[in-house]
């Protein structure tokens, strides 16, 4: 019995020898003291970063268990290449194997994504954890809190990734499969023609970029449509060691300035001049827009616009899917979510094979829409987002499907 029920069945005479008057008129006032409004539930609860810490452990370990195992297939593969060119243990383990990793992390990530949020979710499902939380009313909305704000770290660390650091890593690791497994490093170029800025347009007929050297070199500048300066040299070389961009040495030149009728011919060994190119404005590799970070890339997207150059669809697609990949992190998330929050018979099987499926599915179209912009003349910013749509659409049906 309470301590208050006891008081009530002693007479009102003998209350004051149990308890003074005034803490028997608090205990029997049915009056409850008013509760400070200002007092707020936390966003995320226990029960929130339990299912937080669940998500993103099955994630990283899903990472690092695949990954060990692409790696052990992949060195299997090459351990013929790699002991052919004489590549050392250094080079194969920091140079590619540490830069590889990250990198096919990074492009999988979706699929790791449907996985872990398919697994522990179907777990917790067959635990009967879900139906627990959802006897103490706790809505799907509500339930969706802590996979979204799981998904927003992946998302973020995804972004961070693929915009500034994989990039400096994919250097490393193509020069490295450029010299010892493809063996197919492009050290020249012909005939270039490139618009340097407003009106000047360039032209080297051989440039060798390991001298870092062009020959035939020529350089027109146009005022009004017309033009009104033509040099010409029999060689331009980039000067490497100075301290502003865009240096070069040109030897054997040759200018003519045009003022009307009247022209204007000098002639000279050697002159330092600063031109708006560089060695790599000559040079296309294979997957170089991989090498580039956010920043660079969209540098040269609009230094390429600017100079009239063609074939940029890889370089633009590339730029636009590193703003759209993250954002499948949340995606998947709410599909993963809506298909293996109910209780089901065959387990997690039939779960997990339709979260396998849709994902292998998500990275598919990301393939596809990429050749749509190359091949098929599809806009760069809507083939990044195709496999985004498409997936929005099914997390949507899902979702107003999924028990509330």
């Given at each position: 019995?309470?301590?208050?029920?006891?008081?009530?069945?002693?007479?009102?005479?003998?209350?004051k020898?149990?308890?003074?008057?005034?803490?028997?008129?608090?205990?029997?006032?049915?009056k409850?003291?008013?509760v400070?409004?200002?007092?707020?539930?936390?966003?995320?609860?226990?029960?929130?970063?339990?299912?937080?810490?669940?998500?993103?452990?099955t994630?990283?370990?899903?990472?690092?268990?695949?990954m060990?195992?692409?790696?052990?297939?992949?060195?299997?593969?090459?351990?013929?290449?790699?002991?052919?060119?004489h590549?050392?243990w250094?080079?194969?383990?920091?140079?590619?194997?540490?830069?590889?990793i990250?990198?096919?992390?990074?492009?999988?990530?979706?699929?790791?994504?449907?996985?872990?949020?398919i697994?522990?979710?179907?777990?917790?499902?067959?635990?009967?954890?879900?139906?627990?939380?959802?006897?103490?009313?706790?809505?799907?909305?509500?339930?969706?809190?802590?996979?979204?704000?799981?998904?927003?770290?992946?998302?973020?660390?995804?972004?961070?990734?693929g915009?500034?650091?994989?990039?400096?890593?994919?250097v490393?690791?193509?020069?490295?499969?450029?010299?010892?497994?493809?063996?197919?490093?492009?050290?020249?170029?012909?005939?270039v023609?490139?618009?340097?800025?407003?009106?000047?347009?360039?032209?080297?007929?051989?440039?060798?970029?390991d001298?870092?050297?062009?020959f035939?070199?020529?350089?027109?500048?146009?005022?009004?449509?017309?033009?009104?300066?033509?040099?010409?040299?029999?060689s331009?070389?980039?000067?490497?060691?100075?301290?502003?961009?865009?240096k070069?040495?040109?030897?054997?030149?040759?200018?003519?300035?045009?003022?009307?009728?009247?022209?204007?011919?000098?002639?000279?060994?050697?002159?330092?001049?600063?031109?708006?190119?560089?060695?790599?404005?000559?040079?296309?590799?294979?997957?170089?827009?991989?090498?580039?970070?956010?920043?660079?890339?969209?540098?040269?997207?609009?230094?390429?616009?600017?100079?009239?150059a063609?074939?940029?669809?890889?370089?633009?697609?590339?730029?636009?899917?590193?703003?759209?990949?993250?954002?499948?992190?949340?995606?998947?998330?709410?599909i993963?979510?809506?298909?293996?929050?109910?209780?089901?018979?065959?387990?997690?099987?039939?779960?997990?094979?339709?979260?396998?499926?849709?994902?292998?599915?998500?990275?598919?179209?990301?393939?596809?829409?990429?050749?749509?912009?190359?091949?098929?003349?599809?806009?760069?910013?809507?083939a990044?987002?195709?496999?985004?749509?498409?997936?929005?659409?099914?997390?949507?049906?899902?979702?107003?499907?999924?028990?509330?």
């Amino acid at each position: 019995m309470k301590f208050a029920e006891k008081i009530k069945c002693v007479p009102a005479k003998c209350r004051k020898f149990f308890t003074p008057d005034s803490e028997i008129k608090e205990v029997l006032s049915d009056k409850k003291k008013p509760v400070d409004s200002k007092i707020r539930k936390p966003i995320l609860g226990k029960i929130d970063f339990y299912i937080i810490k669940k998500f993103l452990g099955t994630y990283f370990f899903s990472i690092a268990l695949i990954m060990a195992i692409a790696t052990i297939f992949d060195f299997n593969e090459r351990i013929d290449k790699f002991a052919s060119s004489h590549a050392t243990w250094h080079e194969i383990i920091f140079d590619y194997y540490l830069n590889f990793i990250p990198y096919l992390a990074n492009l999988f990530s979706a699929l790791f994504v449907f996985i872990s949020v398919i697994f522990f979710t179907t777990k917790l499902a067959d635990n009967s954890e879900i139906i627990a939380m959802r006897s103490t009313g706790m809505g799907f909305n509500r339930l969706l809190r802590p996979y979204m704000v799981s998904a927003g770290v992946i998302a973020l660390l995804s972004f961070v990734l693929g915009a500034f650091v994989i990039p400096h890593g994919n250097v490393e690791r193509l020069n490295f499969d450029q010299q010892y497994i493809h063996k197919k490093k492009v050290t020249t170029a012909e005939n270039v023609q490139l618009q340097v800025d407003t009106g000047v347009v360039a032209y080297i007929q051989h440039f060798d970029n390991d001298t870092k050297t062009g020959f035939n070199f020529s350089l027109d500048k146009f005022s009004d449509k017309k033009l009104v300066s033509h040099l010409t040299a029999s060689s331009i070389k980039y000067d490497t060691l100075a301290q502003k961009r865009y240096k070069w040495k040109i030897r054997d030149y040759e200018v003519r300035e045009l003022h009307g009728l009247r022209e204007k011919i000098y002639k000279g060994a050697e002159t330092d001049s600063i031109i708006m190119m560089e060695p790599s404005d000559f040079m296309y590799s294979r997957n170089q827009q991989e090498t580039l970070t956010s920043l660079e890339l969209y540098e040269f997207i609009e230094k390429q616009k600017m100079r009239g150059a063609a074939n940029l669809s890889m370089f633009e697609v590339e730029f636009y899917k590193r703003f759209a990949s993250p954002f499948a992190a949340f995606i998947l998330t709410v599909i993963g979510v809506s298909l293996s929050c109910q209780k089901r018979k065959g387990g997690m099987g039939l779960s997990l094979g339709i979260g396998l499926a849709l994902s292998f599915s998500y990275i598919m179209f990301e393939t596809v829409s990429s050749t749509f912009a190359v091949k098929a003349y599809v806009p760069p910013l809507v083939a990044a987002w195709i496999p985004n749509i498409l997936f929005s659409i099914i997390a949507f049906i899902l979702y107003r499907r999924a028990p509330k």
